[in-house]
């Protein structure tokens, strides 16, 4: 489907939703960010790179759409706390977290210092996660239907060849075991939980290895489908998993992948 432009709101699916979506600087997380603005939600965009929030915000004010936006370092528990509590003093609660923001160093064992990069992918990639879940949780409880979106990766599941990948393959692994576990403690306070494992999208993260062509070539071969993937084909997925469309999914991981994991 064609990318939204002008027209603003596309429906209501999301209408009443009050959500809050990191990560929303780049990527999949201002695909997801734009996507549920302008399916109805009431969205908080949250990035630690201002600029790129606003970029965000103007964006969708160029489509008819209001975002508001919270600028927090999501491995600073105080920041995700304050942010959390802010979003549910303004709203009353929240119905929808999806995690997108992270940071991953893509590099071979022998170049991976050990707090330099796999502490450092590990933080990114986990606690901002974990932070962010335990500070949302008991705004999100009692909602009548609250849901968070965790985003793993095809990573999580295959070794990519020639792709440098130690620390985001744990890091992504433990996004897919840890949203079936809240997936469990949730189910008792209405609160869902399920992942996105995406293949290679094209975003800030990915463009400097889309510039390595022996990188492209890996992952074309695995591909069914003849392209490479785009922030509003993740985004679709979320939309569903936000809405009370998918009030019996739980503790699911959908692939998002253009066939990448099927063959
Ligand atoms: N792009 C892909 O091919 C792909 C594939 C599989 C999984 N994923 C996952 O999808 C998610 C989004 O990826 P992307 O490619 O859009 O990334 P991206 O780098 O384009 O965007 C990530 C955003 O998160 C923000 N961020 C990073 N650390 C932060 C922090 N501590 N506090 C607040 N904001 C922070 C960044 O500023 C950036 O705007 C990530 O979890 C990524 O691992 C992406």
């Not at 509590?85 to 609660?93: E, F, K, L």
């Not at 959908?254 to 066939?259: E, L, N, P």
Request: glycine share 10%; with cysteine.
């Amino acid at each position: 489907m064609a990318e939204a432009k002008a027209e603003g709101k596309l429906s209501e699916r999301l209408a009443g939703k009050v959500a809050v979506v990191s990560g929303a600087g780049s990527g999949i997380g201002q695909g997801c960010a734009l996507m549920f603005a302008r399916h109805g939600a009431a969205v908080t965009a949250v990035d630690i790179d201002p600029t790129a929030l606003e970029a965000t915000r103007q964006r969708a004010a160029r489509e008819g759409l209001s975002l508001e936006t919270a600028r927090a370092d999501l491995t600073n528990p105080e920041h995700v706390a304050a942010l959390m509590d802010g979003v549910a003093a303004a709203h009353g609660g929240i119905d929808v977290l999806l995690n997108a923001a992270a940071v991953a160093d893509f590099l071979w064992i022998e170049e991976m210092d050990y707090e330099r990069h796999w502490r450092r992918t590990l933080t990114g990639e986990l606690d901002t996660v974990f932070l962010m879940c335990k500070a949302a949780w008991a705004h999100m409880k009692g909602r009548g239907g609250a849901s968070i979106i965790n985003f793993a990766s095809a990573n999580a599941y295959v070794a990519l060849k020639n792709s440098a990948a130690l620390a985001h393959t744990a890091g992504k692994g433990g996004v897919l075991a840890m949203t079936r576990q809240l997936a469990m403690e949730g189910a008792p306070h209405g609160i869902r939980a399920n992942s996105i494992s995406p293949g290679l999208i094209v975003t800030g993260a990915t463009k400097p290895v889309l510039e390595r062509p022996e990188f492209v070539a890996a992952v074309k071969e695995k591909l069914m489908l003849d392209r490479l993937g785009k922030p509003e084909d993740i985004a679709w997925a979320a939309v569903y998993l936000a809405s009370d469309e998918s009030t019996f999914v739980t503790g699911a991981d959908f692939r998002v992948d253009g066939g990448a994991l099927a063959w």
